[in-house]
Protein backbone atom coordinates (compact mmCIF):
# COMPACT_ATOMS: atom_id res chain seq x y z
CA UNK A 1 0.00 0.00 0.00
CA UNK A 2 1.30 3.15 -0.91
CA UNK A 3 0.57 6.35 1.29
CA UNK A 4 1.72 8.76 -0.99
CA UNK A 5 0.77 8.78 -4.81
CA UNK A 6 2.59 11.40 -6.75
CA UNK A 7 1.69 11.54 -10.42
CA UNK A 8 2.48 11.11 -13.49
CA UNK A 9 5.33 8.62 -13.27
CA UNK A 10 7.41 9.54 -15.96
CA UNK A 11 7.50 13.29 -17.33
CA UNK A 12 9.37 14.34 -20.95
CA UNK A 13 9.28 18.07 -22.17
CA UNK A 14 10.60 20.57 -24.02
CA UNK A 15 13.14 23.45 -22.50
CA UNK A 16 11.05 26.49 -21.95
CA UNK A 17 7.34 24.14 -21.39
CA UNK A 18 5.81 24.60 -18.00
CA UNK A 19 4.80 21.56 -15.90
CA UNK A 20 3.31 19.94 -12.60
CA UNK A 21 3.62 17.27 -10.08
CA UNK A 22 1.31 16.05 -8.28
CA UNK A 23 1.79 14.06 -4.28
CA UNK A 24 -1.95 12.79 -2.96
CA UNK A 25 -3.14 10.80 -0.06
CA UNK A 26 -6.18 10.00 1.52
CA UNK A 27 -4.04 10.77 4.82
CA UNK A 28 -3.70 13.86 6.72
CA UNK A 29 0.33 15.15 7.22
CA UNK A 30 1.75 17.23 9.23
CA UNK A 31 4.21 18.44 6.76
CA UNK A 32 5.63 17.33 3.62
CA UNK A 33 9.00 17.32 2.06
CA UNK A 34 10.27 17.72 -1.79
CA UNK A 35 13.15 16.22 -3.10
CA UNK A 36 14.86 15.74 -5.97
CA UNK A 37 17.44 13.44 -6.79
CA UNK A 38 19.84 13.13 -9.43
CA UNK A 39 21.55 9.88 -11.22
CA UNK A 40 23.96 7.74 -9.03
CA UNK A 41 23.33 10.46 -5.78
CA UNK A 42 21.04 10.67 -2.80
CA UNK A 43 17.83 12.86 -2.76
CA UNK A 44 18.24 16.19 -1.94
CA UNK A 45 16.12 18.44 0.07
CA UNK A 46 13.73 21.11 -1.85
CA UNK A 47 11.76 22.29 0.67
CA UNK A 48 9.04 21.89 3.72
CA UNK A 49 5.87 23.22 3.50
CA UNK A 50 3.96 22.87 7.16
CA UNK A 51 0.63 24.79 6.88
CA UNK A 52 -2.33 24.05 4.74
CA UNK A 53 -2.71 26.26 1.58
CA UNK A 54 0.83 27.21 2.21
CA UNK A 55 2.94 28.36 -0.63
CA UNK A 56 6.62 28.64 -1.20
CA UNK A 57 8.28 29.38 -4.42
CA UNK A 58 11.92 28.75 -5.09
CA UNK A 59 13.15 30.57 -7.68
CA UNK A 60 11.10 28.57 -10.85
CA UNK A 61 9.70 26.28 -8.62
CA UNK A 62 6.54 26.81 -6.85
CA UNK A 63 5.01 24.50 -4.07
CA UNK A 64 1.65 24.02 -2.89
CA UNK A 65 0.56 22.11 0.17
CA UNK A 66 -3.64 21.44 0.26
CA UNK A 67 -5.49 23.14 2.07
CA UNK A 68 -6.29 19.99 3.99
CA UNK A 69 -2.66 18.63 4.54
CA UNK A 70 -3.60 16.13 2.33
CA UNK A 71 -2.08 16.75 -1.28
CA UNK A 72 0.62 19.08 -3.16
CA UNK A 73 1.99 19.93 -5.94
CA UNK A 74 5.10 21.13 -7.38
CA UNK A 75 5.35 23.18 -10.29
CA UNK A 76 7.68 23.93 -12.50
CA UNK A 77 7.83 27.20 -15.00
CA UNK A 78 10.08 27.39 -17.69
CA UNK A 79 11.78 24.04 -17.49
CA UNK A 80 15.43 23.65 -18.18
CA UNK A 81 17.63 20.84 -19.04
CA UNK A 82 18.94 21.08 -15.45
CA UNK A 83 15.57 20.23 -13.76
CA UNK A 84 16.11 16.82 -15.01
CA UNK A 85 15.94 14.48 -12.07
CA UNK A 86 14.01 12.12 -9.81
CA UNK A 87 11.20 14.43 -8.10
CA UNK A 88 10.34 12.82 -4.34
CA UNK A 89 7.50 13.62 -1.99
CA UNK A 90 7.31 12.59 1.40
CA UNK A 91 4.99 12.86 4.09
CA UNK A 92 4.90 12.88 7.81
CA UNK A 93 2.06 11.27 9.30
CA UNK A 94 1.21 12.07 12.78
CA UNK A 95 3.29 11.01 15.56
CA UNK A 96 5.19 8.22 14.00
CA UNK A 97 8.45 8.91 15.12
CA UNK A 98 11.18 9.28 12.46
CA UNK A 99 8.69 8.13 9.44
CA UNK A 100 8.84 9.86 6.77
CA UNK A 101 6.20 7.98 3.86
CA UNK A 102 7.92 8.56 0.13
CA UNK A 103 6.21 8.62 -3.03
CA UNK A 104 6.82 6.59 -5.64
CA UNK A 105 8.62 9.66 -7.32
CA UNK A 106 8.16 11.47 -10.76
CA UNK A 107 10.95 11.24 -13.30
CA UNK A 108 11.63 14.24 -15.20
CA UNK A 109 13.59 14.70 -18.25
CA UNK A 110 13.71 18.17 -20.19
CA UNK A 111 15.41 18.08 -23.66
CA UNK A 112 16.91 21.22 -25.07
CA UNK B 1 32.63 19.03 4.70
CA UNK B 2 31.56 14.99 4.46
CA UNK B 3 28.34 14.86 5.39
CA UNK B 4 26.75 11.29 5.42
CA UNK B 5 29.51 8.59 4.03
CA UNK B 6 28.42 5.47 2.75
CA UNK B 7 30.54 2.29 1.89
CA UNK B 8 30.75 0.29 -0.79
CA UNK B 9 29.50 2.32 -3.49
CA UNK B 10 28.54 -1.50 -5.38
CA UNK B 11 28.64 -5.04 -4.20
CA UNK B 12 27.62 -8.13 -5.76
CA UNK B 13 26.34 -11.05 -3.20
CA UNK B 14 25.84 -14.50 -3.90
CA UNK B 15 22.41 -16.18 -1.97
CA UNK B 16 23.25 -16.46 1.63
CA UNK B 17 26.43 -14.64 1.95
CA UNK B 18 26.25 -12.06 4.58
CA UNK B 19 27.89 -8.24 5.06
CA UNK B 20 27.55 -5.09 6.69
CA UNK B 21 27.01 -1.41 4.65
CA UNK B 22 28.88 1.25 6.34
CA UNK B 23 27.29 4.53 7.30
CA UNK B 24 29.17 7.39 8.94
CA UNK B 25 28.30 11.28 9.17
CA UNK B 26 29.99 13.53 11.13
CA UNK B 27 27.18 16.42 11.31
CA UNK B 28 26.24 14.83 15.09
CA UNK B 29 23.01 14.14 14.53
CA UNK B 30 21.45 12.09 16.75
CA UNK B 31 18.74 10.64 14.23
CA UNK B 32 19.87 8.25 11.43
CA UNK B 33 18.04 5.85 8.98
CA UNK B 34 18.46 3.09 6.28
CA UNK B 35 15.84 2.79 3.34
CA UNK B 36 16.08 0.84 0.37
CA UNK B 37 14.55 2.17 -3.21
CA UNK B 38 13.77 0.00 -6.27
CA UNK B 39 12.91 0.97 -9.69
CA UNK B 40 9.72 2.82 -9.29
CA UNK B 41 8.45 2.40 -5.81
CA UNK B 42 9.89 5.56 -3.87
CA UNK B 43 12.04 5.10 -0.65
CA UNK B 44 11.25 2.61 2.09
CA UNK B 45 12.36 2.60 5.88
CA UNK B 46 14.01 -0.26 6.77
CA UNK B 47 15.55 0.48 10.13
CA UNK B 48 16.02 3.93 12.38
CA UNK B 49 17.81 5.09 15.17
CA UNK B 50 17.35 8.20 17.24
CA UNK B 51 20.29 8.19 19.38
CA UNK B 52 23.31 5.74 20.29
CA UNK B 53 21.74 2.13 21.79
CA UNK B 54 18.69 2.96 20.33
CA UNK B 55 17.36 1.37 17.17
CA UNK B 56 13.78 0.67 15.88
CA UNK B 57 12.06 -1.73 12.58
CA UNK B 58 10.71 0.83 9.54
CA UNK B 59 8.73 -0.51 7.07
CA UNK B 60 10.60 -3.45 5.54
CA UNK B 61 12.75 -4.65 8.12
CA UNK B 62 12.90 -8.49 7.64
CA UNK B 63 16.42 -9.42 6.63
CA UNK B 64 18.09 -6.69 8.20
CA UNK B 65 19.80 -5.97 11.17
CA UNK B 66 21.20 -2.69 12.84
CA UNK B 67 22.98 -1.71 15.63
CA UNK B 68 23.85 1.76 16.75
CA UNK B 69 27.19 2.19 19.35
CA UNK B 70 28.25 5.73 18.30
CA UNK B 71 26.27 8.63 17.50
CA UNK B 72 28.36 9.14 14.00
CA UNK B 73 28.05 5.54 12.95
CA UNK B 74 24.96 3.22 11.58
CA UNK B 75 25.54 -0.47 9.55
CA UNK B 76 23.30 -2.32 8.64
CA UNK B 77 24.35 -5.82 8.06
CA UNK B 78 22.48 -8.20 5.77
CA UNK B 79 22.77 -12.17 7.37
CA UNK B 80 21.52 -14.22 4.36
CA UNK B 81 21.46 -12.59 1.61
CA UNK B 82 18.06 -13.18 -1.14
CA UNK B 83 17.63 -11.82 -4.39
CA UNK B 84 14.81 -10.00 -3.07
CA UNK B 85 17.57 -7.96 -1.50
CA UNK B 86 18.88 -6.71 -4.97
CA UNK B 87 18.19 -2.72 -4.13
CA UNK B 88 19.91 0.36 -3.79
CA UNK B 89 20.29 0.93 0.43
CA UNK B 90 20.67 5.06 1.27
CA UNK B 91 21.70 5.71 4.52
CA UNK B 92 20.58 9.30 6.34
CA UNK B 93 21.04 11.29 8.78
CA UNK B 94 18.73 14.04 10.62
CA UNK B 95 19.21 17.18 13.48
CA UNK B 96 15.57 16.17 15.22
CA UNK B 97 13.26 13.83 14.22
CA UNK B 98 11.84 14.03 10.57
CA UNK B 99 8.57 14.57 11.21
CA UNK B 100 9.39 17.93 12.51
CA UNK B 101 10.49 19.64 9.00
CA UNK B 102 14.02 18.25 9.64
CA UNK B 103 15.66 17.68 6.44
CA UNK B 104 17.29 14.36 5.49
CA UNK B 105 20.84 14.43 4.83
CA UNK B 106 20.94 11.49 2.65
CA UNK B 107 24.29 9.26 1.64
CA UNK B 108 25.16 8.81 -2.11
CA UNK B 109 23.97 4.83 -1.93
CA UNK B 110 25.43 1.25 -2.15
CA UNK B 111 24.03 -0.31 -4.99
CA UNK B 112 23.86 -4.16 -4.22
CA UNK B 113 23.20 -6.95 -6.30
CA UNK B 114 22.19 -10.74 -4.87
CA UNK B 115 22.47 -13.56 -7.29
Known amino acids: TQLLEQSPQFLSIQEGENLTVYCNSSSVFSSLQWYRQEPGEGPVLLVT?????EVKKLKRLTFQFGDARKDSSLHITAAQPGDTGLYLCAGAAGSTLGRLYFGRGTQLTVWP | NAGVTQTPKFRILKIGQSMTLQCTQD?????MYWYRQDPGMGLKLIYYSVGAGITDKGEVPNGYNVSRSTTEDFPLRLELAAPSQTSVYFC??????????????FGNGTRLTVT
Open chain 2, 27 to 31: MNHNY
Open chain 1, 49 to 53: VVTGG
Open chain 2, 92 to 105: ASSAIQATYNSPLH
